[in-house]
């Protein structure tokens, strides 16, 4: 009996149980597996043949035989017999499309703890399978053909793969590729390890091993955008390989702890990697940047990274290498935290604009120059508020090894000492320079090794240094800097502090402090605070916005916000962003891989002011045939923010077309309130305030109330609620 039950197997694929569908073999044409049968149970290799679509609709459940991972010969073939553990082998492509209340499962089929099945590994010709709203669990490694491993979840040697909203749980690999073809991008994912073990050769598992192929050198690098995804647990994150330029986009890691990576060492072919609005709490892995090349330029911006726990844990480090121009800025640290650079004479690094608080252990800077030596980068570190907060008396604010970085303009406070300085003999020099720092130390000890040379000019000391003769100390402030208020955490500046108008100028400071606020030299002389804050200034002027899908209202994140010649922002996971340009007047261009580009322009930006953008994308699915401004055909939608508001809101809209416009408000009954424009308006991005008063200057009572904007014989409305 069990002789025929395997012919049947091979010809026809599938055999009915009593408790599911018992499929294996080949798979010869287009086959729909839909929830009906639950489970499928691959008991033999499952081949999906080349131009053959495997589609699996919302709620089934693959289960695969696995078998015991301590014996990894349960996983490969021996003399022309399977491994116990079986697999699916994709020459055609499977169309895994679940839902978030019907999910798609792979998994094993036995129960036991320590069974694992062998994943599913899609061959190099095969088309481009997709997977959305699956959840695949349980996989190890598996020969597909004799001594050739396939070593995650989805080993796609195609080079190309589609995956959105899966969860990859108590895997090897969850996906894995050493012949990436084309860009990749994965959102909305949960990646997990539960801390689980591998006999050898396998040490730990890994969530993300992705590479192109070494030879031949494509004509550019892939672009790899990992967004809204979330990890946990204990694995090397990836992706780590050849000829990629990451992108790691408002991700969330908790409780992740990194094991040790591909060592990249300091080969250009490894790509540039980018991190922007991401969140680390605990755990050991923070957020940064690397530059391939001296041409590259990256980022690490408006990252969070807290870790509130022991000292004797690996603190989350932020930072910044390579051989290009890197800016780390407007990130926040809290607790077990450092940022640390270890290339800082290869690369440029402007690190700015981040607030650091450190609870435990001892220097919260880190600067060192590894192999190779001076390439003529060099380490800024300006405009930062830097806080020691914790127990620790032997804390410091920094160590520096065979590196000369520039530290200016920041605001160090509650430190002991100064640091520690040195360079190893034979290796390059180590010259630090302090300059119009606020640096408040209880002690002042600086320890130096082989220190070349140093400045400590123009700060504000709250106690004197401790006199060593390698630093030269010159038109330093003894003084209490005077802050608005410590017990809230404001350590902007009082009038009366001797900080405002003390600090030199540099040239390489920018026109804006810690809060994005102007730096002032007052009466043309050339002068500035000392400090992160610059006093009594106004805010350099903004755009503060939201983006959200046209057909349906909903906020869109991950939009990448573009001005010229400016770094790019971000929409988060709310759909807003928050983009300090400066006065000027824009065109901005919003783009993501699955909507239309919209580019606004005449964006108007007043100093001291945010200018109101609500930007509508349309999707891909949608036509849009200039793919940057919607049909004149259409009006634009209206927005308002806030929205209920009190007492005032500003309504907002982006005109396709210049015209003649009436922009009016209504109460619920129909009546005219109040007409707040009528006349031409150029192309563009337009606001108007309302201030909830009628026409006669009369504030009017809470309730809904519409907006209505006419341009010839076309018009929307859009609703606005009133709450006192």
């Known amino acids: 009996m069990k002789r025929i039950l395997f012919v049947l197997l091979l010809t026809s694929t599938t055999v009915v149980l009593l408790f599911g569908l018992e499929v294996g073999g080949h798979i010869t044409q287009d086959t729909i597996w839909s929830p009906e049968n639950n489970p499928y149970i691959i008991n033999s290799f499952l081949y999906i043949d080349a131009e053959v679509t495997?589609?699996?609709?919302?709620?089934?459940?693959?289960?695969?035989?696995?078998?015991?991972?301590?014996?990894?010969?349960?996983?490969?073939?021996?003399e022309g017999a399977q491994p116990l553990s079986k697999m699916m082998i994709v020459n055609g492509r499977i169309n895994a499309v679940g839902t978030p209340d019907m999910p798609i499962l792979f998994d094993?089929?036995?129960?036991?703890?320590?069974?694992?099945?062998?994943?599913?590994?899609?061959?190099?010709?095969?088309?481009?399978s997709t997977f959305e709203y699956c959840e695949f669990r349980n996989s190890f490694f598996c020969d597909y053909v004799p001594g050739t491993w396939s070593l995650a979840a989805i080993q796609f040697d195609n080079g190309i793969v589609k995956v959105r909203s899966c969860v990859f749980e108590n895997n090897l690999g969850a996906l894995h590729t050493g012949f990436l073809q084309s860009d990749l991008l994965l959102y909305d994912c949960k990646f997990i390890s539960l801390n689980d073990s591998y006999p050898n050769p396998f040490a730990f598992p890994g969530f993300l091993g992705l590479s192109a192929?070494?030879?031949?050198?494509?004509?550019?690098?892939?672009?790899?955008?990992?967004?809204?995804?979330?990890?946990?647990?204990?694995?090397?994150?990836?992706?780590?390989?050849?000829?990629?330029?990451?992108?790691?986009?408002?991700?969330?890691?908790?409780?992740?702890?990194?094991?040790?990576?591909?060592?990249?060492?300091?080969?250009?072919?490894?790509?540039?990697?980018?991190?922007?609005?991401?969140?680390?709490y605990n755990g050991n892995k923070g957020w940064g940047c690397r530059s391939a090349t001296e041409?590259?330029?990256?980022?690490?911006?408006?990252?969070?990274?807290?870790?509130?726990?022991?000292?004797?844990?690996?603190?989350?480090?932020?930072?910044?290498?390579?051989?290009?121009?890197?800016?780390?800025?407007?990130?926040?640290?809290?607790?077990?935290?450092?940022?640390?650079?270890?290339?800082?004479?290869?690369?440029?690094?402007?690190?700015?604009?981040?607030?650091?608080?450190?609870?435990?252990?001892?220097?919260?800077?880190?600067?060192?120059?590894?192999?190779?030596s001076n390439q003529g980068g060099q380490m800024r570190f300006f405009n930062n508020l830097v806080r020691y907060i914790g127990t620790s008396e032997s804390n410091r604010i920094a160590i520096v090894r065979n590196s000369s970085p520039l530290l200016y303009n920041n605001s160090f406070i509650g430190f002991r000492n100064l640091g520690t300085f040195y360079a190893y003999p034979d290796q390059d020099s180590c010259e630090v320079n302090f300059t119009n720092n606020i640096l408040d130390l209880s002690r002042g000890l600086t320890e130096s090794h082989n220190f070349n040379a140093g400045y400590i000019l123009n700060n504000c000391l709250t106690n004197p240094i401790l006199e060593n003769s390698q630093f030269t100390y010159i038109d330093n402030i003894i003084a209490d800097p005077v802050f608005a208020d410590t017990l809230s955490g404001d350590y902007s500046l009082q009038a009366e502090s001797p900080c405002i108008d003390a600090g030199i100028f540099r040239p390489d400071l920018p026109a804006f402090d810690i809060r994005y606020h102007k730096r002032i030299s007052p009466n043309g002389v050339r002068a500035v605070d000392i400090g992160a804050y610059e006093y009594n200034s106004v805010y350099i002027g903004g755009i503060n916005g939201n983006v959200y899908d046209a057909e349906t209202g909903e906020v869109v994140d991950c939009v990448k916000i573009e001005i010229r010649q400016k770094l790019p922002e971000f929409s988060d996971t709310l759909g807003c962003f928050q983009y300090p340009t400066g006065a000027g007047i824009y065109e901005v261009r919003a783009s993501r891989w699955d909507y239309h580009d919209r580019v606004i322009r005449n964006v108007t930006v007043i100093e001291g002011e945010d200018t109101i953008l609500s930007i509508p994308l349309r999707p891909l699915t949608v036509s849009n045939e200039d793919e940057q401004i919607p049909s004149g055909s259409l009006l634009p939608d209206l927005k308002n923010y806030p929205n209920p508001f009190n007492p005032q809101t500003t309504i907002s809209f982006i005109l396709p077309e210049a015209g003649t416009v009436k922009l009016s408000l209504y109460n619920l009954k129909g009546q005219i309130v109040k007409v707040l424009h009528h006349g031409p308006l150029a192309a563009g991005n337009h606001n108007f305030v309302w201030n909830g008063c009628d026409t006669n200057g009369r504030a009017v009572s809470s309730g809904l109330y519409f907006a209505r904007i006419e341009q010839g014989n076309k018009h929307r409305i859009h609703k606005m609620m009133l709450m006192k």
Not at 59 to 73: E, L, P, Y
Not at 108 to 128: E, H, L, S
Request: glycine fraction near 10%; proline fraction near 6%; aromatic fraction near 14%.
């Open 213 to 280: 192929a070494p030879q031949p050198v494509p004509e550019q690098n892939y672009q790899v955008t990992i967004a809204k995804c979330y990890f946990t647990g204990a694995a090397s994150l990836g992706p780590v390989g050849y000829y990629m330029d990451v992108l790691r986009l408002n991700n969330v890691m908790q409780d992740f702890t990194s094991r040790d990576e591909q060592a990249q060492g300091i080969r250009s072919e490894y790509g540039s990697s980018y991190s922007y609005g991401n969140i680390s």
């Open 295 to 372: 041409t590259d330029t990256v980022y690490a911006r408006r990252n969070r990274m807290i870790k509130p726990t022991d000292p004797g844990d690996t603190p989350i480090s932020m930072g910044g290498s390579g051989f290009g121009t890197n800016y780390v800025s407007d990130n926040y640290m809290y607790g077990n935290v450092r940022v640390q650079t270890l290339m800082t004479n290869a690369t440029t690094v402007y690190m700015y604009n981040n607030i650091i608080e450190k609870t435990h252990g001892y220097e919260v800077l880190r600067f060192e120059n590894r192999p190779p």
């Open 108 to 128: 094993k089929y036995q129960r036991d703890i320590d069974y694992r099945w062998g994943g599913i590994y899609i061959g190099p010709d095969a088309q481009v």
């Open 54 to 78: 495997l589609t699996i609709l919302p709620g089934t459940q693959v289960r695969c035989t696995g078998a015991d991972k301590s014996n990894i010969f349960n996983f490969m073939w021996d």
